[in-house]
């Protein structure tokens, strides 16, 4: 059957998010210590990634957390240095991949829908897509607010399907996630592309994946060369 969308995950798919929170992150501790924050650099880092782990990267609050556990207090004076700080660099490191925009708008030229399947709340996911002036380019975006469940459940995925109204079997779908988005995707039958370029290591404990992807790239624009080998 004909493809006739690509769906895409969004965070180490299209932007390098986990590079992104790591460099604002930094700026947030060197900022905090700044105002008189006492805690060494190595030390503040180990707690803020153990807070990671345990609350997931997408947590608002991280920061309130991490002083607590630092201070027993929020001192929102230093709250408000690492949160200033930290949104500073986040701001201007909102930049996609390379190829990405020539690659989406050679797919748009090739009549194919896009859409994206993100676990980022609503608000996180249109700044970012704002911010690397990419709102216009898709159909659909699904966001962890507009589903009850997360990849890899297969809602987000259904969800996508729905408001495109096709089958799985007419969607390709391209992610950085063995897991979340190989194995979310493969359960609906739905191909898979998986993005090898954004591949880290998660700081999150994770299941070992069940389905292997269809294909792998090492660069968006490769996307171009498989769909005529998806059609096949």
């Not at 460099?23 to 947030?28: I, P, S, V």
């Not at 249109?126 to 809602?155: I, N």
Request: charge should be positive; hydrophobic fraction near 45%.
């Amino acid at each position: 059957m004909t493809i006739k969308a690509v769906l895409f995950d969004l965070d180490n798919t299209l932007i390098d998010f986990v590079k992104m929170k790591m460099m604002a992150c930094e700026a947030a501790i060197a900022a905090m210590r700044d105002v008189g924050l006492e805690i060494s650099h190595d030390k503040a880092w180990k707690i803020l990634m153990d807070l990671f782990k345990q609350y997931g990267l997408e947590y608002q609050k991280i920061f309130n957390v991490f002083l607590k556990r630092v201070m027993g207090r929020v001192d929102y004076k230093v709250l408000s240095a690492g949160i200033v700080a930290y949104r500073k660099v986040k701001e201007s490191f909102v930049e996609p991949y390379p190829h990405v925009i020539p690659t989406l708008i050679e797919l748009i030229k090739r009549g194919y829908k896009l859409g994206i399947i993100t676990d980022a709340p609503r608000l996180q996911a249109w700044t970012r897509l704002c911010g690397m002036k990419l709102q216009y380019f898709f159909d659909v975006v699904v966001t962890s607010d507009d589903v009850k469940a997360r990849k890899p459940h297969e809602m987000p995925f259904r969800v996508a399907l729905k408001k495109l109204k096709l089958k799985p079997e007419e969607v390709l779908f391209v992610g950085d996630d063995p897991v979340k988005d190989i194995d979310g995707a493969k359960k609906l039958g739905i191909k898979t592309v998986f993005a090898k370029y954004g591949f880290v290591k998660k700081l999150e404990k994770r299941p070992k994946p069940k389905y292997k992807p269809d294909f792998e790239i090492n660069d968006i624009q490769d996307l171009v060369k498989i769909l005529p080998k998806v059609l096949a």
